[in-house]
């Protein structure tokens, strides 16, 4: 498997063209689609579209997440909107495969991405768009460090009702003070032991 990014149990690759038909079938899962805000089907040239903006590094960068163990694609995680004179990107990362969630696939996605918006591309300001229906989501970015920033009232809908758009961003300097935070609560863990 040739993986650019590779953490303990996930590996971050660019898309391939034999890629496409397996994403279709995540793509075309209604519920996770419906929390990021993906209403509409995907269609041939939708998926055809979404590979080509995925082989222009202009201004997206975008990988799957595959399993080490199985090999097999559990979700998708970029950068877009990448804007490099003021060092700042839009983050995103998905689990499709509902038998990855819950299971820290995501945080461990989120560690190695982090690293490499902020250590490797030297980004400044990371940002993201959730859902405000998506308790999870939030809980999620939150929880690695994203704070909110604001809020886009009644910006989304679905099934009939209204929900915010909730925007949050990571600034490099935080993520340094959360990473240090982290290699000292380790390094103490581990000198205890």
């Known amino acids: 498997m040739n993986l650019f990014l590779e953490g303990e149990r996930i590996g971050l690759r ?4 034999s ?27 939708n998926l055809q579209d979404f590979y080509d903006k995925c082989q222009d590094e202009k201004d997206r960068i975008w990988f799957v997440i595959v399993d080490k163990k199985s ?11 990448i804007f490099m004179p003021w060092r700042r990107a839009d983050f995103s990362l998905i689990i499709w495969d509902k038998d990855f969630h819950g299971e ?16 490797t591309l030297n980004l400044h300001r990371l ?19 994203f704070v909110e920033e604001g809020r886009e009232i009644e910006g ?26 982290c290699n000292s609560r380790q390094f103490k863990k581990h000198r205890s032991s």
Not at 14 to 17: H, L, M
Not at 71 to 81: C, N, Q, W
Request: net charge neutral; glycine share 10%.
């Open 19 to 45: 890629d496409l038909e397996y994403l279709e079938v995540l793509f075309s899962d209604r519920e996770t689609a419906a929390l990021i805000g993906e209403i509409y089907p995907m269609t041939e040239k």
């Open 104 to 119: 820290g696939y995501g945080e461990e996605t989120a560690r190695l991405m982090l690293d490499y918006g902020f250590n």
């Open 156 to 181: 989304f809908f679905l099934e009939g009702a209204y929900s915010d758009f909730v925007m949050l961003s990571l600034l490099e300097s935080n993520y340094r003070e959360i990473k240090f935070k």
């Open 127 to 145: 940002a993201v768009g959730v859902v405000g229906i998506n308790r999870a989501a939030l809980k999620f970015w939150k929880k690695i460090g």
């Open 71 to 81: 090999g097999k694609i559990i979700g998708e995680t970029g950068f877009l909107r």
């Open 14 to 17: 660019t898309i391939k063209k």
